[in-house]
């Protein structure tokens, strides 16, 4: 029996009892769509981390070396300052203009934000108009990405009341695939080009071909139906005896919106930390060759993209928080001495190890957490609520994790700085989790309490 399941589940299968099964090219497209933005994403997000060193000294030149990386990527974490603005803006949007009309306008503001940083002419051309203009580009992509994971995460787990949580998985595969072509990228570029190419022009060419996906998942988008939940919704919406305003109910929603931001908590940082960051800590604090540490990525990425799917699915037959908390539990105890032994030796094998065990980890807790998430928020304001939560959560813990990480140890020389942030995300969660699921069974309405309106 799933741990949040029957009301939602209820609501969408009344939403057309008639109506046919999916063809399995219908399925496909619906996945593929919902989760190619997320995958641009975090695709442009890990090439901007891969790159950080050069992006500083080709926008942000300072005298000090490590103030330059640090102010790149403390610009990288600024723009999650937008995604709650976008998260608003696009989550309402979503709920009263549909699933698909938010994805496709997310999507083509985030091909703007890729395509300024593929083709932006450095500091030493064109002066303070590059960094200026940078920030611009990622606040604008920070705010499209606010509102792609609630959009696109409704627009899956509307489509199918059983399979809520294999089809909402493929949002944090779609990380696993951006993880491993990002990673690719890196290990290649890095490889393969000498430092002067790569520093002048090499490290663009992740960026133009992310720019080259994004008219794919927009054209795809841009041919789909809406989803039958969000349409019989809003068929009750119109009806003028039953008004609804999703900004009118959302405030209610302030407790689920609570618990959804701890939930995120331990995921994102399990990508900002343990997939974002690891190459320069390895790089930069383990003295490892770079082309190892993207080599390790792949590892992570490649079973997150396995992975995810299968526990997704596994989640629909024995319960979303089942598993999730026990990842949560798995996690804090197994991470301090996990990068323990990496530091007391800074090993290939080692660091494999770690990357091995957090691909895992990530896997079997994102991969249920997106049905898990929209399934505490009723139909009428799913959208926002996600959206909010996700934003939220991830500009709290992930945007800004690796300049806090980073200067912990600049200012400390303490190298298990990753591993308190990891276990401060992992409890967190945790305590979410068992929130939600002591909620479910000590009210007297049972699960029914997690959707009031």
Same mark, same amino acid.
């Given at each position: 029996?799933?741990?949040?399941?029957?009301?939602?589940?209820?609501?969408?299968?009344?939403?057309?009892?008639?109506?046919?099964?999916?063809?399995?090219?219908?399925?496909?497209?619906?996945?593929?769509?919902?989760?190619?933005?997320?995958?641009?994403?975090?695709?442009?997000?890990?090439?901007?981390?891969?790159?950080?060193?050069?992006?500083?000294?080709?926008?942000?030149?300072?005298?000090?070396?490590?103030?330059?990386?640090?102010?790149?990527?403390?610009?990288?974490?600024?723009?999650?300052?937008?995604?709650?603005?976008?998260?608003?803006?696009?989550?309402?949007?979503?709920?009263?203009?549909?699933?698909?009309?938010?994805?496709?306008?997310?999507?083509?503001?985030?091909?703007?934000?890729?395509?300024?940083?593929?083709?932006?002419?450095?500091?030493?051309?064109?002066?303070?108009?590059?960094?200026?203009?940078?920030?611009?580009?990622?606040?604008?992509?920070?705010?499209?990405?606010?509102?792609?994971?609630?959009?696109?995460?409704?627009?899956?787990?509307?489509?199918?009341?059983?399979?809520?949580?294999?089809?909402?998985?493929?949002?944090?595969?779609?990380?696993?695939?951006?993880?491993?072509?990002?990673?690719?990228?890196?290990?290649?570029?890095?490889?393969?080009?000498?430092?002067?190419?790569?520093?002048?022009?090499?490290?663009?060419?992740?960026?133009?071909?992310?720019?080259?996906?994004?008219?794919?998942?927009?054209?795809?988008?841009?041919?789909?139906?809406?989803?039958?939940?969000?349409?019989?919704?809003?068929?009750?919406?119109?009806?003028?005896?039953?008004?609804?305003?999703?900004?009118?109910?959302?405030?209610?929603?302030?407790?689920?919106?609570?618990?959804?931001?701890?939930?995120?908590?331990?995921?994102?940082?399990?990508?900002?930390?343990?997939?974002?960051?690891?190459?320069?800590?390895?790089?930069?604090?383990?003295?490892?060759?770079?082309?190892?540490?993207?080599?390790?990525? @792949? %590892?992570?990425?490649? /079973?997150?993209?396995? =992975? #995810?799917?299968?526990?997704? !699915? +596994?989640?629909? $037959?024995?319960?979303?928080?089942?598993?999730?908390?026990?990842?949560?539990?798995?996690?804090?105890?197994?991470?301090?001495?996990?990068?323990?032994?990496?530091?007391?030796?800074?090993?290939?094998?080692?660091?494999?190890?770690?990357?091995?065990?957090?691909?895992?980890?990530?896997?079997?807790?994102?991969?249920?957490?997106?049905?898990?998430?929209?399934?505490?928020?009723?139909?009428?304001?799913?959208?926002?609520?996600?959206?909010?939560?996700?934003?939220?959560?991830?500009?709290?813990?992930?945007?800004?994790?690796?300049?806090?990480?980073?200067?912990?140890?600049?200012?400390?020389?303490?190298?298990?700085?990753?591993?308190?942030? @990891? %276990?401060?995300?992992? /409890?967190?969660?945790? =305590? #979410?989790?068992?929130?939600? !699921? +002591?909620?479910? $069974?000590?009210?007297?309405?049972?699960?029914?309490?997690?959707?009031?309106?």
């Amino acid at each position: 029996m799933n741990d949040i399941a029957s009301p939602a589940a209820a609501a969408a299968a009344s939403a057309d009892p008639a109506a046919p099964p999916m063809s399995k090219g219908m399925i496909r497209r619906i996945i593929f769509s919902s989760s190619v933005g997320n995958a641009l994403e975090w695709f442009d997000f890990s090439v901007y981390g891969y790159f950080a060193g050069i992006i500083a000294k080709q926008f942000f030149p300072m005298h000090d070396e490590w103030l330059s990386t640090l102010l790149a990527i403390a610009t990288f974490g600024i723009s999650f300052l937008m995604r709650p603005i976008g998260a608003v803006v696009l989550g309402i949007y979503g709920d009263r203009k549909g699933r698909k009309a938010a994805l496709t306008l997310a999507i083509t503001l985030m091909m703007v934000g890729t395509l300024t940083m593929a083709v932006m002419p450095p500091y030493a051309m064109i002066g303070l108009a590059a960094p200026v203009l940078i920030l611009v580009a990622r606040l604008v992509q920070g705010f499209a990405v606010g509102g792609e994971f609630g959009s696109a995460t409704a627009f899956m787990v509307e489509h199918s009341p059983t399979k809520r949580g294999y089809y909402a998985s493929w949002q944090f595969a779609s990380q696993g695939l951006a993880a491993i072509l990002a990673a690719a990228f890196g290990a290649m570029l890095t490889a393969w080009m000498s430092p002067e190419h790569l520093g002048s022009w090499g490290w663009r060419i992740p960026f133009l071909f992310g720019v080259l996906i994004g008219p794919i998942g927009y054209y795809i988008r841009s041919h789909l139906d809406e989803t039958p939940e969000f349409l019989a919704m809003r068929q009750r919406r119109d009806d003028p005896a039953k008004p609804t305003d999703p900004t009118a109910s959302f405030g209610s929603q302030w407790v689920n919106l609570l618990l959804a931001i701890g939930i995120v908590a331990q995921s994102t940082v399990g990508v900002y930390v343990l997939q974002l960051y690891m190459p320069m800590y390895a790089v930069k604090q383990l003295h490892m060759p770079a082309a190892v540490s993207f080599g390790a990525v @792949v %590892l992570n990425g490649g /079973l997150q993209l396995i =992975l #995810s799917p299968v526990m997704g !699915a +596994w989640s629909d $037959r024995i319960g979303r928080i089942r598993i999730m908390l026990g990842t949560s539990i798995v996690m804090g105890l197994l991470i301090y001495p996990m990068f323990a032994l990496l530091q007391s030796c800074p090993t290939v094998g080692w660091l494999l190890l770690l990357q091995g065990m957090a691909g895992i980890l990530k896997a079997a807790y994102s991969g249920p957490m997106p049905a898990l998430m929209s399934e505490i928020f009723p139909t009428h304001v799913r959208s926002t609520g996600l959206s909010i939560a996700y934003s939220i959560g991830v500009t709290i813990f992930g945007g800004f994790s690796p300049t806090i990480v980073e200067t912990f140890i600049h200012l400390t020389g303490d190298k298990l700085a990753p591993s308190y942030y @990891v %276990l401060i995300a992992a /409890l967190l969660s945790g =305590l #979410s989790l068992a929130i939600v !699921a +002591w909620r479910r $069974r000590h009210s007297g309405r049972g699960e029914a309490m997690l959707y009031s309106s």
